[in-house]
């Protein structure tokens, strides 16, 4: 299991990923120090109401899931995921603090 640690609005975020593919794909951007899709994740902070909700279809292993839920405590999150391996990961993550 990888472990990385994303800075986003100066608040620290410890993401793992476990799948191969996920490893590959999210430590590219990871190690170097850069987040995946940054400038979708600022679009969804601007035009996301504080206590608003964020409903994020497709989740796959719940990157936005994670930094949404931990980032704005007000906001609701609902994710789907119909892929069963990525929805096993996802149920690990929402216990997380």
Do not use: H
């Not at 850069?34 to 504080?50: C, F, G, M, N, R």
């Not at 007000?74 to 990525?86: K, S």
């Amino acid at each position: 299991m990888k472990s990385y640690l994303l800075v986003w609005k100066d608040q620290q975020v410890k993401f793992s990923i476990r799948d191969p593919f996920s490893v590959n794909f999210f430590a590219t951007y990871f190690r170097s120090g850069k987040l995946y899709e940054s400038q979708l994740l600022q679009y969804i902070d601007q035009a996301l109401p504080e206590d608003g909700i964020f409903v994020d279809v497709g989740a796959n292993i719940g990157y936005f899931t994670c930094l949404i839920a931990k980032l704005r405590s007000r906001t609701g999150v609902i994710a789907f995921e119909m892929g069963q391996q990525n929805f096993s990961i996802l149920e690990k993550k929402r216990s997380i603090k």
